[in-house]
């Protein structure tokens, strides 16, 4: 019976598809353009060399090639210690019993989410996790079910070609970081605040003298810009709401739901780790339901 809930629960569902689509194509084409722009302004051999170099390099990526190497290179991910493995094979044992987890490989990264996800098969573990794990903080069920989870976004993540976009965007990522660092320290400037707040007006001013001047072209790519800076955070947080859902789901099913539970207990919880607990407790009623 838990082999069958399992499998209804690693379905890939049609709406989690779209929302990913709406995360990514945005991000590759600005991505885009401003690599064009970088390739452009360098000389034209070198700029043939990068561009030949890059495609080459995504297109090794998307066939699931050089995976682990470029998971450590882009994430900084390393493999666990002998010591962290040995503490980790209980809980691993305790996965295994109840998941396939085959070619699934476990990485520790120093930042991030508890939990994490790279490429098609890579779980990635903070190393506060794992120190907690170690002084006895998380009990090895605790840290099962994180592990779980984590291969519930493997499973319901489209993930596929999750390496080569990342390296793709990796242009515009730099610079959307750059600028969200920029924008904290200056945060308690109050114009600096105020003229994000108002893009919307300076945008649709902009678009409007483009226009008149007879630049239709420029003043499309500008009302795009603008749209996409309210969209694409909007997107980027429900697809990271379905896909944390659909992964707790995978967990409770596999039946690691109060340990799941317990895990998330245990920091301060804000609202959303209090609706995950929530939804964890009703998943739990329905599958006793079922069995």
Excluded at 85 to 98: G, H, K, N, P, Y
Excluded at 191 to 211: N, S, Y
Excluded at 212 to 218: E, L, P, V, Y
């Amino acid at each position: 019976m838990s082999t069958l809930v399992v499998t209804r629960a690693t379905r890939l569902d049609s709406r989690g598809l779209l929302l990913k689509t709406a995360v990514v194509v945005p991000d590759v084409i600005i991505s885009s353009l401003i690599g064009l722009v970088i390739i452009a302004a360098l000389p034209p051999a070198v700029g043939f060399g990068v561009t030949a170099a890059s495609v080459a390099v995504a297109a090794v990526l998307a066939t699931g090639r050089g995976e682990i190497t470029a998971v450590r290179i882009l994430h900084g991910a390393r493999r666990p210690t002998p010591t962290e493995s040995m503490r980790l094979s209980v809980s691993w044992r305790i996965v295994a019993d109840r998941v396939d987890t085959t070619g699934v490989l476990l990485r520790i990264v120093k930042h991030g989410p508890p939990v994490a996800t790279a490429g098609r098969r890579h779980i990635l573990l903070t190393h506060g996790i794992v120190d907690a794990h170690r002084v006895g903080r998380i009990t090895d069920g605790e840290a099962a079910a994180l592990i779980t989870h984590g291969i519930g976004r493997l499973r319901q993540g489209h993930t596929r070609f999750d390496l080569m976009i990342m390296f793709w965007t990796a242009p515009w990522d730099s610079i959307a970081g750059l600028v969200a660092g920029i924008g904290r320290q200056l945060s308690w400037i109050p114009l600096a605040k105020f003229a994000w707040q108002v893009r919307f007006g300076a945008g649709t001013a902009a678009v409007v003298l483009e226009a008149q001047a007879g630049r239709i072209q420029s003043a499309s790519i500008v009302a795009v810009f603008i749209t996409l800076t309210y969209l694409m955070p909007v997107w980027g947080r429900r697809w990271e709401q379905h896909l944390t859902e659909r992964a707790d789901r995978f967990a409770a099913y596999s039946g690691f739901a109060e340990d799941l539970q317990r895990c998330l207990r245990r920091p301060s919880a804000p609202p959303d780790l209090l609706d995950r607990i929530d939804r964890l407790a009703h998943t739990i009623d329905a599958r006793e339901v079922r069995l």
